[in-house]
């Protein structure tokens, strides 16, 4: 896996805690949830199913809440969801169908959704013209959009999603970036395309968000795991996952918290 502007649920469908993660030089077993800029994290397990869904931060906040608490964290699904973590789990294990399960979890997600209230309009705005823009887009000129001042807009923004304007701005013209890397564009290629200054503000950027450069993001194994999110994911990539030994480790990077 790599660094993408959503929160992530890993919901872990084994019967005795087959997923094991660990962040922190902590190690955990279970399902868990990963905020925005949730640092280095490792995940894993000698055999196991489970169900990874990724929720916009605007989505997220409805359906998980505190996500001012999520952001920069890694944190067990039954500190976030409480009780209803375990009544969960046990209905997507029992179900007899990938399909089933998928069904189970948007009515899951559907009814906590329609429970909370939404985030401001103008916010969830703001996330989609960044979503839209890739990034590249200055974050006055989306404060004039909706009619806020600068301040204010920073002030909602945060207090809701969890993380700054500037900040998302970065994630999500990180993920274009790293689309692009992966696609086999030439980092100097790459910053222009993305809006970065230079190549070099390109791969200090990659380097504070993935422990690595953009030279290494391109041929990252870990790309090859999420063919949804990384469908032109390299050849090589998925051979050397294919290669890997069994029991195999998952690595997933994630954005440091500054």
């Not at 890993?10 to 660990?22: C, E, F, M, P, T």
């Not at 870990?222 to 999110?229: E, F, K, P, Q, V």
């Amino acid at each position: 896996m790599v660094a993408h502007p959503a929160v992530t649920l890993i919901v872990d469908l084994s019967q005795a805690g087959g997923i094991v993660y660990g962040t922190h030089g902590r190690g955990q077993r279970g399902s868990f949830v990963a905020g925005l800029l949730p640092g280095p994290l490792r995940t894993g397990g000698r055999q196991g199913e489970c169900l990874q869904i990724r929720l916009s931060p605007v989505v997220s906040a409805a359906v998980l809440g505190a996500p001012t608490e999520l952001t920069g964290t890694v944190a067990a699904l039954e500190d976030v969801w409480g009780r209803d973590a375990g009544e969960v789990e046990d209905r997507l294990r029992a179900a007899t169908s990938w399909d089933h399960r998928f069904r189970i979890a948007a009515d899951i997600l559907g009814r906590r959704l329609n429970a909370r209230p939404p985030v401001d309009s103008e916010v969830a705005h703001v996330w989609r013209r960044m979503r839209t823009s890739r990034g590249q887009v200055r974050v006055d000129g989306l404060a004039d959009e909706i009619g806020w001042s600068r301040k204010r807009l920073w002030s909602r923004f945060r207090s809701q999603l969890g993380i700054t304007p500037k900040r998302a701005a970065q994630l999500v013209r990180f993920d274009h970036a790293g689309h692009l890397l992966a696609a086999g564009h030439t980092p100097a290629s790459v910053a222009a395309q993305c809006g970065y200054v230079d190549q070099s503000h390109l791969h200090r950027e990659v380097k504070a968000i993935t422990g690595t450069t953009p030279t290494a993001v391109a041929t990252a194994p870990w790309l090859a795991i999420d063919d949804r999110a990384w469908p032109a994911a390299p050849v090589e990539a998925i051979h050397t996952l294919a290669r890997a030994p069994v029991p195999r480790a998952l690595t997933a990077v994630g954005p440091r918290a500054s």
